[in-house]
């Protein structure tokens, strides 16, 4: 048995001029997978220093080489010396006929130097899905090795070497399921194995699991269910999915007692979700859908490609959204944008390599993600500091365009409307804590719910302060104020100016008080409710204070300066909720994506970097500067003719 292994493995690996056209991960893939065989096979070619298999120690020597050449086409990094000195001294041991036990060790360590160097994924990213191992496995591989895995499928007949015995123990004891998921996906050259790399990753692991369970029965699952549960000890040495998926059986059981290291296996491979993180089960998802959109875009389906990749975003990684951007901001940016541009490669039919780096480059950044969110939570000054800078953030916008109308109304001598400008911002209040009550108790604001009621609120509201900002600019001439006034004085209010300025308050408090919401939502979520709600309780007294300073400042100033100031701040905040608004109409998929690499993201001011959101507000504010000059034109033909 030993012997087939060892000729299966020779068969599956790449020659030295193979290599040089693997890419990087795959190299490193395939050099674990041959150290992997040394570590397990060395045994069956060596015994106390003699040779016992003259075939396969010829194979461990050349397994050995191999590891050599391949590290060596490998892009140097700072542990490369490391590496070559490690291969060095395993190719030595082999020759010198040196202990199993020893050639193991050194195998296993470099092993572990080589994935430190160059990073693949040793696990799922979550649970993967048992029922659909089983179905892959019933339509891919059980006509070769057997509905239950004992390398007897009616295909099997006359292969040689025959279907590997998935039942067999002592070989599911050698094998984790990081290398039964390399075979998935690399193959073995020289036999019917072929290799699925065009599958999933998650359906990959999801079949992995699956074979790795062929070899245990429902009763070592059931005995090792009750010794998790038992035994907090045991569940601490297997505290995740990496560490499930990189331990080999036997490697357990020099550790614990035998039977209870397969009868945990059984039970864990069976039932991977008792390993799952709680915080990491949306970007699962966002997983899986990115999965499935590449290999649709493979396929040749544009439009299932974009859909999944769109779903990605808005029911996957939308959820986790608040409580990222609360911990990490820049990274949530990162992803954001990574997203977007993988989005852009499928509209625009970029080759299938390019939309796959996106989709790797996004990987790599879910993994940070994860990370920070399984890191403990905030402690409480974080929270608080958290809570306080996320109010101000987004009730400054709303406060400056209620103030000024407050204001204005007020130098203009039209105390009548104040209480519809004041009932639009207490009823956007009241409607935001109804959103919060909805929300957390009954049901799931959506992911493309928040960002079309975000993107349509800020549109709006844009395209309001355009109008308002070019209207109050051309009140700042002395001339044009004093018509107005002796046009408007004295007569009432009409029903709908005063509905008009009603949801303009409304709309502006209401799309920052949505958004605040849903951040406070998640951090709440976390614990340190006292902290955030001192945070907030603080933030609140603070935008207090500075309405209150606008207010007195605002009264003093004169009039032509009060239009003036007011006009650009409007202008600037029109600005900035036309590219905050198409943002977010790009992320749930309404407007199209074209990343603009040289483009930085600042979200205070509402800049992306894509063309679309670019051309917003630069078409914004564009309005805005044609709009001041024609009123400037206009005042000098109003002092004209007063003049004259």
């Not at 890419?23 to 069956?44: N, S």
């Not at 279907?163 to 996906?185: C, H, M, N, Y």
């Not at 609140?540 to 605002?554: F, G, H, N, Q, T």
Request: proline fraction near 5%; glycine fraction near 8%; charged fraction near 20%.
């Amino acid at each position: 048995m030993r012997l087939l292994f060892a000729l299966l493995a020779f068969l599956g690996f790449t020659t030295a001029a193979s290599v040089q056209a693997a890419t990087p991960q795959q190299t490193a893939e395939t050099t674990w997978r041959l150290l992997d065989y040394i570590a397990v096979d060395y045994a069956g070619a060596v015994d106390q220093g003699r040779v016992i298999n003259d075939f396969e120690y010829a194979e461990m020597r050349e397994f050995s080489g191999t590891v050599r050449k391949n590290l060596r086409a490998l892009p140097a990094v700072a542990t490369t010396p490391r590496l070559a000195r490690e291969s060095g001294a395993l190719e030595r041991m082999i020759m010198a006929k040196e202990s199993p036990d020893a050639v193991a060790k050194a195998a296993r360590t470099l092993a572990a130097s080589l994935l430190e160097a160059y990073p693949v994924p040793l696990a799922p990213r979550s649970a993967p899905d048992l029922a659909r191992g089983a179905a892959l496995y019933r339509t891919q591989c059980a006509a070769c090795h057997g509905a239950g895995g004992a390398g007897d499928g009616p295909a099997a007949a006359g292969m040689d070497p025959p279907p590997i015995a998935f039942t067999d123990r002592e070989r599911a004891g050698q094998r984790s399921l990081f290398a039964l998921e390399q075979v998935i996906a690399q193959g073995l050259d020289g036999t019917a194995m072929p290799g699925f790399r065009d599958l999933p990753q998650q359906d990959r692991w999801a079949l992995a699991f699956h074979v790795g369970t062929l070899a245990y029965s429902q009763a070592d699952a059931r005995e090792g269910e009750a010794l998790w549960q038992a035994d907090p000890a045991l569940r601490q040495k297997i505290p995740d999915l990496k560490t499930l998926a990189s331990l080999t059986p036997q490697a357990l059981a020099a550790d614990i007692d035998n039977p209870q290291a397969a009868a945990l296996m059984a039970y864990l491979r069976a039932n991977p979700e008792a390993l799952e993180p709680s915080d990491a089960g949306s970007l699962a998802l966002t997983r899986t859908r990115l999965a499935q959109s590449v290999a649709a875009y493979r396929k040749g389906d544009q439009s299932e490609a974009k859909r999944l990749a769109l779903s990605a975003y808005l029911d996957g990684f939308e959820p986790v959204e608040p409580i990222l951007a609360a911990r990490d901001g820049a990274l949530m940016g990162q992803i954001e944008r990574a997203m977007g541009e993988l989005r852009a490669a499928i509209g625009r039919g970029a080759p299938a390599a390019d939309v796959e780096a996106h989709a790797q480059r996004l990987d790599a950044l879910f993994t940070r993600a994860e990370e920070t969110l399984e890191a403990p939570a905030a402690g409480g000054i974080a929270s608080f500091v958290s809570a306080l800078t996320i109010l101000l953030r987004e009730g400054i916008e709303a406060l400056l365009i209620v103030v000024a109308m407050v204001a204005f109304l007020r130098k203009s001598e039209r105390q009548d409307a104040l209480p519809y400008v004041h009932g639009g911002w207490i009823a956007a209040l009241a409607a935001g804590l109804l959103t919060w009550i909805v929300a957390t108790r009954f049901i799931a604001i959506s992911g493309a719910s928040r960002e079309l009621t975000e993107g349509f609120g800020g549109i709006l509201a844009a395209l309001v302060l355009v109008s308002v900002g070019i209207w109050m600019h051309g009140k700042s001439h002395a001339d044009a104020w004093q018509q107005y006034i002796q046009k408007t004085m004295g007569k009432a209010l009409t029903k709908g100016s005063a509905w008009f300025l009603f949801a303009l308050a409304f709309l502006v408090v209401y799309r920052e008080a949505f958004e605040t919401i849903l951040f406070y939502a998640a951090m709440l979520a976390e614990g340190s409710n006292t902290a955030v709600v001192a945070g907030a309780g603080v933030g609140a007294v603070l935008l207090l204070a500075i309405a209150w300073v606008m207010m007195r400042y605002s009264v003093r100033l004169p009039i032509r300066e009060f239009f003036r100031y007011s006009s650009i701040v409007i202008a600037v905040l029109a600005v900035i909720l036309i590219g905050k608004g198409s943002a977010a109409l790009q992320e749930a998929g309404i407007v199209g994506v074209t990343p603009v690499d040289w483009v930085p993201r600042i979200d205070v001011i509402g800049l992306y970097p894509t063309m679309q959101v670019i051309a917003a507000q630069a078409l914004v504010a564009l309005v805005l500067i044609a709009g001041f000059w024609i009123n400037g034109r206009a005042a000098d033909r109003l002092a004209a003719q007063r003049a004259g």
